[in-house]
């Protein structure tokens, strides 16, 4: 009699952008004439770069041809794309073996993977508020309790206030996994070799493994700034890195990423090289390797070539970044990131609840933003606003929000 | 202080690939001028036919245009993809929805994560030889002990023997969750209906499910033979059907796969809907979509065109079968498979073992295959061929068989 896995029970049924959606749909059933403006999902909307999508060309091209066909290739990625993402950390002086790097689908499934490799009664800490994916799928593996309010038993949530700047204090109780985002999602707080260093120290004392998520590196211009915990000294022997090219190079329906596990990466039971031979493992059985044609993609956005035309790209948004922040601002609203990444977080007036103030900017300015709360306790009284967006709908939502939204 | 998943210590360090590689290159070390000849991988080897190329080419443009370029899709994949499969069984006499549909990056993140969604006391149940992912899965799980001598505690081998025509009898204990594979990797034996029949039957009494790997399915002739679980009565009522674009089109590079969990199915604790809903949360949380383009090249891989011309693909690879077949024949071993299934499976002559057999092959005719040990208790004693390949280096192989084994 096969029974299911009872912890699918423990999670919030109602994920939060289908209660978005639910609540979008009711107020354009009531208003079908209204032209929703949409702000709230981190989604790329420019095309590929050029250089880009020659590179997805050539490696549609190459399986059209018996002499340059491949098909299974290495679980752990192309040893060219392994090489360049190799060259692509010596730039920021960071020194790794292609065989540390691990070519992915993509962050979010590496996010939601990789605490399948450590001990079930691992305690973990996330970020609060956090990309939901760190909470939920340590729930699903049963590393959690049952949720109690908004949060979860035995999961320990380290506060992004206004009055840390919204990165966490290092955490004064035992923790074994910590979960880091920089440039965060959803606040847009960028962490400083300062703060980073802090949880490496805590890290290594502790024999601790902080998964630093990096998916919004390239959002960072502000070059004092580390775009890799693998700037911070230390952080080879106690980080793994979650990486992607889905916002530097619009490939979030391309698919590809990538998660660094350095070799000196050292905890209890398993010596320097073992975590890294488990996540090979892990990858080999249970993953058949990224798509080569996006791999082939991948190889071009690391050329020179395709970094530069990125950048424009990325430039693009962070003008979109730049100009909702103004017209929030002015509108007096505080707010916060969107300086070197593509979310704002944006306190609500007054009392007002995530949720009342995601109501309010969908009733008065038909702009649709994600409420802070869905990304954990701290989350509310905020909202996150993407800049992700096409020039032209990013300036009808802020030209909505200046002549509609009552603050 | 971070502790490891120590269910990965029982997994065997040795995977079967990697020993078949040092074999391999220990035999080059002492032989610099033998030319190898491969038959051990199922890897395809021709190119993707036009239609599909054409397929992958408007994917790969659509995302260079503003007005096409598409970011993140529906995790469960894209909805004319999910129609074109609800099409494409329709064309058995199979009526599914297409939220029944899961498109996937591949058969083998599918067949390893299933398992994931149901209860960790699950007794699994797997045949014997069997794709050594449904263990491994498992086995990282926890939902295994450790392994003595060549099984591991807790799983139910069911063996595929000559006697049963290569496919087991039904289990006299209670299991939960049967792992079938058909047409098999990697005795090539194909079940008829009347064979899964009794498995549903098993199934539906005891309120097991099956997880049904059709991978191969393309490679099915005879029309008799069931290409899908659901054309035997009842077993959308306890089946997940497995499934992929690797072996009918190529795409074990360009990776998509797509899993089937009917509404209908229910067991202990989840009514009707409910494993369907358990697999939607798996991958919305921890999937983030298969590639766009690959989506594109499967779209075109259904269409009437992409169905005739790789058809004339898989007819190439099946001539290949047929070649091989007939060349070990003459040789006076007992051959299995290659009939309705691109695997080969042969005994070793006399009371040889599989890896003996391995080395035979490797020293006297140059040819490497795959050793049946390496499957499951029940495959020593035999080795897979693989007729993947190109038709030249197939014939040189059988050449070399020809004149070189000593049988």
Not at 133 to 150: F, R, W
Not at 245 to 266: C, D, E, I, N, Y
Not at 333 to 340: A, E, M, Y
Request: hydrophobic share 40%.
């Amino acid at each position: 009699m096969a029974t299911v896995n009872e912890n699918y029970n423990k999670l919030s049924s109602d994920y939060l952008f289908v209660e978005i959606s639910r609540r979008t749909k009711a107020f354009l059933d009531k208003n079908p004439d209204a032209k929703l403006l949409r702000l709230g999902i981190g989604n790329t909307t420019e095309p590929i770069v050029p250089s880009v999508i020659a590179g997805l060309r050539f490696g549609v091209e190459k399986l059209s041809n018996p002499k340059t066909y491949t098909g299974y290739g290495d679980e752990q990625g192309d040893a060219r794309l392994r090489k360049a993402l190799v060259d692509f950390y010596a730039k920021r002086d960071v020194a790794l073996a292609h065989d540390e790097i691990f070519i992915s689908d993509g962050a979010k499934p590496d996010a939601a993977n990789i605490q399948s490799i450590f001990g079930e009664k691992s305690v973990i800490a996330v970020q609060d508020p956090a990309y939901p994916v760190y909470v939920d799928s340590n729930v699903i593996s049963g590393h959690t309790g049952i949720k109690k309010g908004a949060t979860y038993e035995g999961i320990v949530y380290m506060p992004c206030t206004e009055q840390n700047g919204f990165f966490p204090e290092v955490p004064t109780q035992k923790v074994d996994i910590i979960y880091l985002c920089s440039p965060n999602n959803p606040t847009g707080a960028v962490a400083t070799k300062e703060q980073l260093s802090g949880f490496v120290d805590y890290a290594l004392e502790r024999k601790a493994v902080i998964i630093f998520d990096a998916a919004y590196h390239s959002y960072i211009s502000d070059s004092r700034l580390p775009r890799s915990i693998y700037e911070v000294e230390g952080a080879k022997e106690c980080s793994i890195e979650i990486n992607s090219f889905s916002k530097s190079s619009g490939f979030t329906g391309v698919r590809l990423g990538w998660t660094v596990v350095p070799k000196p990466l050292a905890i209890d039971g398993a010596q320097a090289g073992r975590v890294n031979s488990l996540w090979s493992r892990r990858q080999t059985t249970m993953f058949n390797g990224a798509s080569n044609i996006a791999q082939e993609g991948g190889l071009a956005a690391l050329s020179e070539e395709g970094m530069a035309e990125n950048q424009s790209v990325i430039d693009g948004y962070m003008e979109n970044a730049r100009t909702i922040r103004e017209c929030l601002v002015q509108k007096g609203l505080k707010v916060f990131g969107g300086v070197n990444a593509p979310y704002l977080w944006i306190k609500a007036p007054g009392s007002m609840s995530s949720w009342e103030f995601f109501d309010k900017m969908l009733a008065e300015a038909h702009v649709v933003v994600t409420p802070g709360a869905g990304f954990g306790p701290s989350g509310e009284g905020y909202i996150r606003i993407s800049a992700f967006g096409h020039r032209e709908d990013i300036n009808a939502a802020v030209e909505s929000i200046r002549a509609n939204l009552m603050v």
